[in-house]
């Protein structure tokens, strides 16, 4: 089964703090792909990386950083010195052969100045 | 460039009756999505179009859910007769896809349509 699971709803935070979003994922294929969305209030979906199960590299691009472990199946997004515009919903996504795009249920995040 | 285009973006009706939504992708994404996604979850495939023909539509609750890309650009997802279960944001999204079965184009989304039915 494909399965994608964000544990954590809802996550509030004070401006320039560190927050990490959990992403674990669930899939019998070797060839996936990840990716992690926002979804600020205004309802559109943007796009923020894509890794493939080959590369474990860390990524790091600015204040977001995501540290893909196949170990423990998981693609963590870490925001650092968060600012109030972080405050979106942050979607952890997988692709594989068989399935399309499976979506978590999201993490709300809450930075507050 | 110009990102996936939606309208309208706001419609409110009332059950058992019909809305269309349409979408116009990002130039040159020959794969076309649309998405639902009620308030509080993650979005989930309604049909999948790769150039005018439909890739996976095995979500879409066809007695009253049905889409069409005719030309292969563009495409309308219409409800008739719409329920209240119907209320979400209806999110069209393209990507390029140089064959069938390949999973990791990435895909860019419109902004949404939200549906409320009263």
């Known amino acids: 089964a494909q399965k994608v699971t964000q544990a954590q709803t809802e996550i509030s935070v004070v401006e320039k703090e560190d927050v990490t979003l959990d992403c674990v994922y669930e899939t019998r294929d070797t060839t996936y792909y990840l990716f992690w969305y926002k979804q600020p209030p205004s309802g559109e979906l943007v796009f923020l990386i894509r890794?493939?199960?080959?590369?474990?590299q860390n990524e790091i691009s600015g204040r977001y950083s995501w540290n893909f472990q196949k170990s423990t199946s998981s693609f963590n997004f870490t925001i650092t010195a968060s600012q109030v515009v972080d405050s979106a919903v942050y979607f952890c996504a997988l692709s594989t052969r068989t399935y399309k795009y499976i979506f978590g249920t999201g993490t709300r995040l809450k930075v507050l100045a | 460039e110009a990102g996936v285009a939606q309208s309208p973006r706001y419609k409110i009706i009332e059950k058992r009756q019909s809305v269309a939504f349409w979408c116009n992708p990002i130039s040159g994404h020959a794969t076309l999505y649309w998405y639902q996604q009620i308030l509080g979850q993650g979005p989930k495939l309604l049909i999948q179009?790769?150039?005018?023909?439909?890739?996976?539509d095995s979500q879409l609750p066809k007695d009253r859910f049905s889409a069409e890309r005719l030309k292969g650009v563009d495409s309308t997802l219409k409800i008739q007769p719409a329920k209240l279960e119907d209320s979400a944001v209806y999110l069209c999204a393209s990507s390029y896809l140089l064959r069938q079965n390949v999973s990791g184009n990435t895909i860019y989304f419109g902004e949404g349509s939200w549906l409320t039915v009263v």
């Open positions: 890794r493939n199960s080959f590369d474990e």
């Open positions: 179009f790769q150039n005018n023909g439909v890739v996976d």
